[in-house]
Each structure stands twice: as structure tokens, then as C-alpha cells.
């Protein structure tokens, strides 16, 4: 079997690893002319990374990410709603990590060529259509004239997906919930643990801040940062095609970074140290009826893209690829093994899509902020413990990260 793989962003590269892993023969077809590590930073949660670890990463990822420690919730005037343990440190038995988009990437890409062999990524192939019968599948890319043919095509191309948008013609843009998202990182001094991750305010102001690697200097860190501001309505245009390399406007952002105040870190400080950073539109897509048609199926963004709440996008690419790899595997008829795999994931994901439309488990902020506007003195005079764990624990669960999930054993 061949398997087809379009896109080399992480849930291409993960899927090719997984495939290997599997005994499953791909290649990877990308229409950059080069891979750049962009965008800045990402959480990875246990769920995740127990499916890294099992492909032999978790060394890799240590050299170039943050073992994450603790999550703080707070108001946007500094309150702290909830603070809990992450990763080894909550009993998991593999980390979380923190760590830059683009590293983790670069983490994929090169064990890829390594395992692979060089050739495996094709660069500057722009898949332009597919072609499918009962024996194989043909991938149309912009430069060749002739398809290359294959078992499976897996569309790992993101939330502009050419593969999505043939298969559903009328689909439309993305959809935009107002929210405009600045987001950069600079070197910075520690703050709370030096591994801790804060998220401050709801949908209409929100400020996160982390760790994403150690500093040049003893008590520094590579600092993420994302200011995320209702400017727009729910369902309006995109104001901009997203794109993880736009750069943001500094004088628009300075207009609301103000809107925050925090006792952990000197948050302005750290946005006026920022050389550069980049402004991305908060969109998402409607959760689809079916992901695979014969020979062809979606796999990532393509397939489930998602607002940036609970730290679930790239985790549920790799969750895909685990699940798509191993029906692959077990299935001799190509297309059974993609219904498989949608049976199997289709659901969960579109459960999380919408999840996150409501604040995912940072909704718990919004309530607060909702019957506490101007701060509170104590947090049980505003929301009960119970009703804080009901929302955290029920997206974990929702999403497949829950400690009972994670440490589960494996079939």
C-alpha cells in the first residue's frame, strides 16, 4: 500500500510518521518551495505527546520545548479563578509541553527525512485535483503532467484545504468569531514557576502568556505571548486571509493591551520587547458529515479546524494520525480503513470544534467575568469549586485528555 500524503505542516509530518511506524509506505507533497518553522507558540497535553513518545520523540522535544508545570486561569483584571498542575506534575505519566510551533515542526520534519530517507517531503508540489477508481488513487499536482498514483490520498492542508474544498464545493471562507489574535515572543524573565502557562480573560479580551524555550541568559525565557480582542461579530468575513506569517499592526495592538492587568509578569513590557509579531483572525469551519470518499480522506485542519482553546489543534492532528495509521494497518481495502478511521474520529473532533466555540475550558473565565465584571476578593464568593472542575474535567474528556485516557493502556 501507498499511501498519498498533501501537506507538511505537523498533522503531514505526524501522519508520515505514523504510517512508517506502521509499515505503511507514503510520501509527503508540499507546495512551499521550503518548510519554514512559522507561527509562534503551541501547547502540547499528554494526550498528545504519549502518541510522540511512542514514535521515539520525547528526547527530541525536550531540547527544544518547556515541560509545562501549571495552568493559571485568571480574570482580566488579575483575579486568579483556577490554578492546576500540568503534565508529570498533575500524575500524567508523560509531559506537556510548550514549545514553538515551527520547532515542533522541524522536530517532525527531520526525523521524517532521517527515517524516510531524504526524498520523502516533495517540495513545491501545489496539488491542483485527484482522480480515483476501484484500484488506486491519482493526485494532480500544478507542475507535473503526469498524476502520481497511489493507494490513498490523506488531505493534511490545512484550513484552506483544496482536497476539503472539492469535496465540498459549496463550503464557502472560514468562519470568523470576531476575534482578532496578536501574537509574538521575546526573550523575558521568568515568571510563577518558569514553566507556567497564564490565560487571562474570556472571549472579549484575552491575554495568554508562556514559556516556549529557556533564554540566552539564566532566569530568561523565550516568552509567548497572544492578545486575542473581540473587534468583529460572530459570522462576519474574515478580515484577512489567515496566515501564520501577517504581521501585526503595533499601533492597533497597543490600543488594547491595557484592557489586562496581571501581578505575574509585566505583561506590556513584554509585547513592547517583541521585535515583531503577527496578527492571525481566531476562524474555524463547521463540523463536516463525512471526511473520506473512496480513496480520499481529511486529516487535520482540513479536516476539523478549530478555534485556539484547550490546547487541541495540533493535539488532535496527531490523535488523527495515531487512529488513521493504524486502521491503515489492519485493513487490507483501502477505503474501508478510511471509513474506520472516520467512525473512529469524525465525532470526537467535532464535539471539540464546537466545544471551543463556547470558550472550551476557558469558559469557566467568561462565567466568572460574566457575575464578577469588576474582580472579586474571593473566588468561592463568585463560582463553586464544582462547577469550575464540571467545565475543566468535561472538555478533557471531550477531548481524549483526561489522566484516565492518556495512561490507559493501549490496545
Known amino acids: 500500500m501507498k499511501i498519498i500524503i498533501v501537506g507538511a505542516g505537523i498533522g503531514g509530518l505526524i501522519t508520515a510518521l505514523r504510517l512508517h511506524h506502521e509499515g505503511v509506505d507514503c510520501e509527503v507533497y508540499e507546495q512551499g518551495e521550503q518548510i519554514r518553522e512559522l507561527g509562534i507558540g503551541i501547547n502540547v497535553l499528554p494526550h498528545a505527546v504519549k502518541e510522540l513518545a511512542a514514535l ?10 518547556i515541560r509545562t508545570r501549571e495552568l493559571c486561569y485568571a480574570h482580566r483584571l488579575g483575579h486568579e479563578i483556577l490554578r492546576k498542575p500540568c503534565g508529570t506534575d498533575a500524575g500524567f505519566t508523560v509531559p506537556q509541553f510548550s514549545l514553538h510551533r515551527g520547532r515542533l515542526q522541524g522536530v517532525l520534519l527531520r526525523a521524517v527525512r532521517e527515517r524516510l530517507g531524504a526524498d520523502a517531503v516533495r517540495l513545491g508540489h501545489r496539488l491542483v485535483g485527484f482522480g480515483q477508481d476501484a484500484g488506486e488513487v491519482r493526485a494532480r499536482f500544478s507542475h507535473k503532467q503526469e498524476p502520481v498514483r497511489g493507494d490513498v490520498l490523506v488531505a493534511a492542508d490545512g484550513i484552506h484545504s483544496t482536497v476539503r474544498s472539492i469535496l465540498f464545493p459549496d463550503e464557502g471562507p472560514p468562519r470568523w468569531n470576531g476575534v482578532m489574535m496578536w501574537r509574538g515572543a521575546a526573550e523575558w524573565p521568568e515568571f510563577g514557576t518558569g514553566r507556567s502557562v497564564l490565560v487571562a480573560g474570556g472571549t472579549a479580551a484575552k491575554l495568554v502568556v508562556y514559556p516556549i524555550a529557556e533564554g540566552s541568559s539564566p532566569g530568561t525565557k523565550l516568552t509567548n505571548w497572544a492578545v486575542c480582542i473581540l473587534t468583529g461579530q460572530d459570522g ?3 478580515p484577512a486571509r489567515q496566515d501564520w506569517s501577517r504581521r501585526g499592526d503595533r499601533a492597533e495592538l497597543a490600543r488594547h493591551v491595557d484592557r489586562f ?16 509579531f503577527f496578527e492571525f483572525p481566531m476562524c474555524d469551519r463547521d463540523p463536516l458529515p463525512f471526511w473520506s ?8 485542519d482540513a479536516a476539523h479546524p478549530m478555534y485556539p482553546m484547550g490546547s487541541n489543534g495540533a493535539g488532535q492532528a496527531i490523535l488523527d494520525a495515531t487512529s488513521l495509521g493504524g486502521h491503515l494497518a489492519r485493513h487490507a481495502d ?7 478511521y472516520q467512525d473512529d474520529r469524525l465525532a470526537a473532533t467535532s464535539e471539540v470544534v464546537l466545544r471551543n466555540r463556547v470558550g472550551g475550558p476557558e469558559s469557566v473565565i467568561d462565567e466568572v467575568e460574566r457575575r464578577a465584571p469588576e474582580g472579586f476578593s474571593r473566588i468561592e464568593d463568585v463560582i463553586t469549586a464544582a462547577e469550575l472542575e464540571d467545565v475543566v474535567s468535561g472538555y478533557a474528556k471531550a477531548s481524549g485528555a483526561s489522566r484516565e485516557q492518556v495512561d490507559r493502556p493501549g490496545p
Request: hydrophobic letters at 45%; proline letters at 11%.
Open 334 to 340: 483501502p477505503a474501508e480503513a478510511l471509513l474506520a
Open 293 to 300: 470518499r473512496g480513496r480520499v480522506t481529511l486529516l487535520g
Open 56 to 65: 521515539g520523540l520525547l528526547d527530541r522535544l525536550d531540547e527544544v520545548a
Open 236 to 238: 462576519d468575513p474574515p
Open 261 to 276: 492587568r496581571t501581578p505575574l509578569l509585566d505583561h506590556a513590557g513584554l509585547v513592547a520587547a517583541t521585535p515583531e
